[in-house]
């Protein structure tokens, strides 16, 4: 799930004024209520959407991960088109993508990367352990604001960080007296590993968008850089990337670079729904890729909707709930879900605990930014995609 710019996954925002909330007019208590209600729904949807789109297209990622690049290219540029037209554009906003051309590349290159990575390894995996391990993301932001930024964290983001990986570990074990099996049964380990790599790549995602909108509004005297401007931009560089990247993908499958060709004509026919002509089941396609990539942009404009009404505070707090309902749902017998990823796991006694302790990792991990708007409580909201 891609999130415009990173409240930062779970999963992204921009960063708020000091009280944590953007200035705008008040918003009445319902309309708030309503946007939250709106919020929870599609992001839970749009989870769930994400892993069955996979199903159809398991064997043809890059497909997927180009049909939503470009439909993502294309809402942002409408936009910004828009904005450009009624003037509330700065005259140095085209510059920008110009000027920091090596960020966007560098941000096209980790997007393309974990679009990739994660559709592999999503593929493979079983619905709820998807949410799961995108928890993950989080050791991965620590370990780059040590690292990277040269930051220490406090004591109770660190506790955090802690609380949500003994959540993760303790959710995934069965656990009780009962004979139920793992959820990590019949897993292969190697494309669970892939999916925890690929959430490194928007951690690194939400670094360098940070310094491209502290840079950019230093050298444009103070505005803001548009947040559409880096969206378009960010998205064709990302789309530039993922066709480089497919002889990356296609390697993985053991397909040499002679046999490209006919990998591409036979991806071609199965996101267009024509099983005979690919041999593998695609029965799903295009329909379930389309509501996917259609329900993750109502998410993303939701999700600005409620931070422009309620701010960043009440931003973090939703998506922090979005995550154990999230894996709740992927456990529940919903008759369309059923006929594409399969019956539901049966899950141990732990479950529950592991997703209260998780859920009060992230609420620690954010409570800097839930009470002051620090810089470095902000995470990405994880709902994902990786990407909100």
């Not at 936009?79 to 450009?84: A, C, E, H, R």
């Not at 690919?278 to 993303?300: T, W």
């Not at 019956?343 to 609420?363: D, H, R």
Request: one cysteine or more; a positive charge; hydrophobic letters at 50%.
């Amino acid at each position: 799930m891609r999130l415009l710019r990173p409240p930062r996954a779970a999963a992204a925002s921009p960063l708020p004024p000091r009280d944590g909330r953007p200035e705008h007019a008040a918003s009445s208590p319902l309309s708030i209520a309503l946007s939250v209600a709106l919020v929870i729904s599609l992001a839970v949807i749009n989870r769930i959407l994400y892993r069955m789109a996979l199903v159809p297209l398991e064997n043809y990622v890059f497909f997927l991960a180009q049909f939503q690049t470009f439909a993502y290219v294309i809402a942002y540029a409408v936009v910004l088109t828009i904005q450009s037209k009624n003037g509330k554009l700065a005259p140095t906003a085209w510059q920008v993508p110009v000027r920091y051309r090596n960020v966007f590349l560098g941000i096209g290159f980790v997007e393309a990367l974990s679009a990739l990575l994660s559709f592999i390894g999503a593929a493979k995996l079983p619905g709820v352990m998807v949410p799961l391990l995108s928890q993950t993301i989080l050791v991965w932001q620590v370990v780059l604001v040590y690292v990277v930024l040269k930051k220490s964290l406090s004591w109770m983001q660190l506790v955090g960080v802690a609380a949500v990986v003994g959540g993760v570990g303790l959710a995934a074990s069965p656990g009780g007296s009962t004979a139920l099996p793992s959820i990590w049964a019949n897993v292969d380990p190697k494309y669970a590993l892939l999916y925890v790599v690929s959430c490194l790549f928007p951690a690194i995602d939400t670094l360098l968008k940070d310094r491209l909108f502290e840079r950019g509004k230093k050298w444009q005297g103070g505005r803001e850089v548009d947040l559409f401007v880096v969206n378009t931009f960010g998205s064709a560089s990302q789309a530039l990337f993922v066709f480089l990247l497919l002889p990356l993908v296609t390697k993985t499958r053991g397909i040499p670079m002679s046999g490209m060709g006919a990998h591409l004509a036979m991806g071609w026919d199965c996101f267009r729904g024509l099983t005979p002509a690919c041999g593998s089941d695609c029965s799903g396609a295009p329909l379930l890729p389309v509501l996917y990539v259609a329900v993750n942009l109502l998410f993303n404009i939701s999700a600005l909707n409620l931070i422009s009404k309620a701010g960043n505070m009440v931003f973090s707090l939703v998506m922090s709930g979005i995550v154990p309902l999230t894996m709740w749902a992927f456990t529940l017998p919903i008759p369309v879900v059923v006929g594409v990823l399969g019956t539901p796991p049966m899950l141990g006694m732990n479950f529950p605990a592991g997703t209260l302790l998780l859920t009060a990792g992230l609420i620690t991990y954010n409570s800097k930014l839930l009470f002051s708007g620090a810089r470095f409580a902000r995470t990405r909201p994880l709902s994902s995609d990786n990407e909100v």
